[in-house]
């Protein structure tokens, strides 16, 4: 038996507008109702939902219905989902009908897409608890695999996941941390007996993700047939591929006219063909076979950028300081009881926040650009530090 995990992480932040200094106390409208704006949230969701959410979404389906060994996991962010109920409910529909034929599991994680674990448990608990009610609510089930924001893991999380009952994490196959080992395996976290660790296969999981339309690429253009040959010889470390990517990246990151929808199309059959093969969700990969060694990752790996580490969000002085200035304030903002300021102040651990102050250039440069929706990193700090302060006043006003 050959297995393939398709895992897909589905998200969009709420991206605060061009908030300025005389805005505070006098404006508490963080986002942009412009359509043309750059930071129109809705703008960007629904450009999004047409050419990503709704033509892979239609793939994913046909190919569930055609093939009944087919199968597929999600991770979906609160805020994906709000703004999905807002403005197209029919992804949301469309999932639950996925979810119900039983080729189809939702992972666990945060709420807001944040990096709470690493600033406050309390509130990381919470996120988790909230996205955890929000997935029941919507699809009837409860994740029973967990995945922290950007595959953020250490050994301290995969004891937080034991504890909190989950049977499997996920986390980067990282070459530092791997050694002469591979990722095709399931494994078991430092210090944990019941937990299963599933670990991304980067190179074929990238291939797809990030260069699948770069023709200065050695191995472009990236066919079906060429796949199957990369996917039949990795089998030889190990039977279980895990490839874990954004949803985005089929339409949005790798655009239509590349061939992408096209290559998805045609890999599952290919690979169903083959009698010993199969896809598998998480949790069934997680029950695959026993662990095959145990990995420990005392320090925080993630799989963004080419150090597969926090800097990415916690590197320079205007990030850490955002960030502390956020957190300090969560005791204070819970206090109130106003669901509307708690939600505004929450929004505000949303990871894309600090990514977009970033300065790391060469390598990483461009990806963060791309992604960002302010015009630098000092811009996007100015913008968050007025929105905190303007928070700020309004709870100055419950006290």
């Not at 055609?66 to 805020?79: A, D």
């Not at 239509?256 to 199969?278: A, C, H, R, V």
Request: glycine letters at 4%; one cysteine or more; charged letters at 25%.
């Amino acid at each position: 038996m050959r297995a393939i995990c398709l895992y897909l992480h589905i998200h969009q932040p709420l991206r605060y507008r061009e908030y300025s200094i005389f805005d505070v106390s006098n404006n508490s409208n963080y986002y942009n109702s412009d359509w043309n704006s750059r930071q129109s949230n809705e703008r960007i969701f629904k450009k999004v939902a047409e050419k990503s959410y709704h033509p892979m979404l239609d793939l994913l389906e046909k190919n569930i219905k055609n093939y009944p060994g087919f199968k597929v996991s999600f991770s979906i962010t609160g805020t994906w989902l709000e703004q999905a109920k807002k403005w197209d409910s029919a992804l949301i529909e469309q999932i639950h009908r996925m979810v119900d034929t039983g080729q189809v599991e939702i992972v666990g994680e945060t709420f807001y897409h944040s990096l709470a674990f690493f600033y406050n448990i309390d509130e990381f608990n919470d996120q988790v608890k909230k996205h955890s009610d929000l997935i029941y609510e919507l699809f009837g089930v409860r994740p029973r695999v967990f995945r922290n924001t950007e595959l953020a893991y250490n050994d301290s999380l995969a004891n937080w996941a034991e504890e909190k009952g989950y049977k499997g994490i996920l986390a980067e196959g990282w070459d530092k941390v791997l050694g002469w080992r591979s990722p095709n395996y399931v494994y078991r976290p430092a210090g944990c007996k019941n937990l299963k660790l599933l670990l991304k296969n980067y190179r074929l999981s990238d291939d797809i993700a990030f260069r699948f339309s770069n023709r200065s690429w050695n191995a472009w253009p990236l066919t079906v047939p060429k796949y199957i040959n990369w996917l039949d010889m990795d089998c030889l470390r190990g039977n279980l591929i895990n490839l874990f990517m954004d949803f985005e990246t089929f339409g949005e990151h790798q655009w239509k006219d590349t061939g992408i929808f096209d290559f998805m199309d045609g890999l599952i059959p290919s690979w169903l063909s083959q009698y010993e093969n199969k896809f598998v969700t998480v949790s069934e990969a997680c029950d695959l076979s026993e662990p095959a060694d145990e990995i420990s990752m005392p320090s925080t790996v993630t799989w963004a950028d080419t150090e597969r580490d926090l800097s990415a969000w916690l590197s320079n002085s205007l990030q850490t300081s955002a960030m502390k200035d956020l957190f300090a304030l969560r005791d204070d903002i819970l206090a109130t009881g106003d669901n509307t300021l708690i939600s505004d102040w929450r929004h505000l651990t949303t990871s894309d926040h600090p990514y977009a102050m970033c300065t790391k250039y060469w390598n990483d440069g461009d990806v963060h650009a791309y992604f960002s929706a302010y015009a630098s990193p000092y811009e996007a700090f100015m913008y968050f530090e007025n929105v905190l302060r303007d928070i700020e006043y309004r709870l100055g006003n419950k006290k």
